[in-house]
T-cell receptor
Framework: GQNIDQPTEMTATEGAIVQINCTYQ??????LFWYQQHAGEAPTFLSY????GLEEKGRFSSFLSRSKGYSYLLLKELQMKDSASYLC???????????FGPGTRLSVLP | DTEVTQTPKHLVMGMTNKKSLKCEQH?????MYWYKQKAKKPPELMFV???????INESVPSRFSPECPNSSLLNLHLHALQPEDSALYLC??????????????FGPGTRLLVL
C-alpha cells in the first residue's frame, strides 16, 4: 500500500525558518517531489530528491533519507506569500504513478 | 513555452449533461495526467497517458472517459456525473526518461460543479 504523512497545519512568523516533514511508506520509490499550492491554484514544482541528502534552491531546501522513508522541506526567510499548502509526492518504482501526501497548510504571520 | 492550458476554467453541468474538459501542452512532454482534487485535499490521480496510450486508470467510474488525440492534447469526457464529482480537475504533463516521468507541470485546473 501507499501511505504518505505530513502535518496538517503549521504556523510561522515572517522572516523565520520552517521545516515541513513528510514520511512515506510506499510499495516502491523512484523519487520524491515537493509542490506548493496556493488556494484555488494549481500545484507548482519546488524540488525533487531521488538520492539521500540535501537539495538547495534559493530559500527552499529539501532533504531525503530513503532508509528512514523521510523527507523535509526547509523554507528560510519566510515571506507572507509563502502562505500556501505544501504537498509531498512520491513517484513509484514503475515511474508512472505519483502519490500525493495530504499536504501541509502553512500560515505565515507578520 | 512551459505552460499547460486547460479549458474551460469553470463548468457547471447537470447530471444528464455531456461535457468535455480539454488540456493542452506544447513542451514535448510524452506523459499526461488527469487528477481530481477536492477542497483541502491533495490531488488524486485518475488517469495517466504515456506516449498517447492509457497506462494507468485508477479505478475511475466509467462516467469519466479520457482521450488522448495526440501528444499535445488530453481530453476528459464527462457524462451522467453525480454531485459528488464536483471538484477541481487538474491536468499535468511531464517528460519521460529512462528513470520514469520527470517533474510534473500542472495546468490551472477546471473547477466543476455538478447540480
Amino acid at each position: 500500500g501507499q501511505n504518505i504523512d505530513q502535518p496538517t497545519e503549521m504556523t510561522a512568523t515572517e522572516g523565520a525558518i520552517v521545516q515541513i516533514n513528510c514520511t512515506y511508506q510506499t510499495s516502491g520509490f523512484n523519487g520524491l517531489f515537493w509542490y506548493q499550492q496556493h488556494a484555488g491554484e494549481a500545484p507548482t514544482f519546488l524540488s525533487y530528491n531521488v538520492l539521500d541528502g540535501l537539495e538547495e534552491k534559493g530559500r527552499f531546501s529539501s532533504f531525503l533519507s530513503r532508509s528512514k522513508g523521510y523527507s523535509y522541506l526547509l523554507l528560510k526567510e519566510l515571506q507572507m506569500k509563502d502562505s500556501a499548502s505544501y504537498l509531498c509526492a512520491v513517484r513509484d518504482n514503475y515511474g508512472q504513478n505519483f502519490v500525493f501526501g495530504p499536504g501541509t497548510r502553512l500560515s505565515v504571520l507578520p | 513555452d512551459t505552460e499547460v492550458t486547460q479549458t474551460p476554467k469553470h463548468l457547471v453541468m447537470g447530471m444528464t449533461n455531456k461535457k468535455s474538459l480539454k488540456c493542452e501542452q506544447h513542451m514535448g512532454h510524452r506523459a499526461m495526467y488527469w487528477y481530481k482534487q477536492k477542497a483541502k485535499k491533495p490531488p488524486e490521480l485518475m488517469f495517466v497517458y504515456s506516449y498517447e496510450k492509457l497506462s494507468i486508470n485508477e479505478s475511475v467510474p466509467s462516467r469519466f472517459s479520457p482521450e488522448c488525440p495526440n501528444s499535445s492534447l488530453l481530453n476528459l469526457h464527462l457524462h451522467a456525473l453525480q454531485p459528488e464529482d464536483s471538484a477541481l480537475y487538474l491536468c499535468a504533463s511531464s517528460q519521460v526518461s529512462r528513470g520514469g516521468p520527470e517533474t510534473q507541470y500542472f495546468g490551472p485546473g477546471t473547477r466543476l460543479l455538478v447540480l
